[in-house]
């Protein structure tokens, strides 16, 4: 079935160890996103990539780095893990900003504590 | 930047009857895209509705409904002939067209009463 795909699902990490959580689209999508879920506060944006070769930070940026390796894929890393990062993580693509049917499409989502 | 604010943190509502849940955004922007998003305990995030700023028609999707007041900046989701399985929690969107930036509200969790 066409989608996001996280692995992940479950991630259990150290403080200080660090870990790569994968997301790939094959819908050919231009634009993928990750955000993180926290109780009371909703999905707060990490990073974005609008295109193949661009990525930008969101909100909450800090303790993480991105890759979009290609059009399909965009990582997301934690180089040194805090129990602060203690999180449910959401991959989401769509096709374009202004596309004329513009959703997101979701993963399953990461659920990562830190201890 | 961008904020969007869901004021209720819980709603409920009897089977069968109609809940609305609040939501407003603050842009400098004229034209994007709004949205809510049903998550429920499963976790995966489903579509409910989506509004382009620039239609002055309401957004309807069977029992579902908005009411985009645009200049109030105001985007509320009416939920008609309320079921047991619309319980989850809720949240309003805002996508901007002049970049890829989607940004979240806090959430509405809505109960459904048998």
């Known amino acids: 079935n066409a989608g996001v795909t996280q692995t992940p699902k479950f991630q259990v990490l150290k403080t200080g160890q660090s870990m790569t959580l994968q997301c790939a689209q094959d819908m050919n999508h231009n634009s993928m996103y990750w955000y993180r879920q926290d109780p009371g506060m909703g999905l707060r944006l990490i990073y974005y990539?609008?295109?193949?070769?661009?990525?930008d930070k969101g909100e909450v940026p800090n303790g993480y780095n991105v890759s979009r390796l290609n059009k399909r894929e965009f990582s997301l890393r934690l180089e040194s893990a805090a129990p602060s990062q203690t999180s449910v993580y959401f991959c989401?693509?769509?096709?374009?900003?202004?596309?004329?049917?513009?959703?997101?499409?979701f993963g399953s989502g990461t659920q990562l504590s830190v201890l | 930047a961008q904020t969007v604010t869901q004021s209720q943190p819980e709603m409920s509502v009897q089977e069968a009857e109609t809940v609305t849940l609040s939501c407003t955004y603050d842009?400098?922007?004229?034209?994007?895209?709004l949205f809510w998003y049903k998550q429920p305990p499963s976790r995966q995030m489903i579509l409910v509705i989506r509004?382009?700023?620039?239609?002055?028609q309401n957004a309807t999707e069977n029992r579902f409904s908005v009411n985009f007041q645009k200049a109030a900046k105001s985007f509320s989701l009416k939920i008609s002939d309320s079921q047991l399985g619309d319980a989850a929690m809720y949240f309003c969107a805002y996508l901007e067209t002049s970049g890829s930036r989607l940004t979240f509200g806090e959430g509405t969790q809505l109960t459904v009463n048998p």
């Open positions: 990539s609008a295109s193949e070769g661009t990525t």
């Open positions: 842009t400098s922007e004229s034209d994007y895209y």
């Open positions: 509004q382009e700023a620039y239609k002055q």
């Open positions: 989401a693509s769509s096709e374009h900003p202004w596309a004329t049917n513009e959703k997101l499409f």
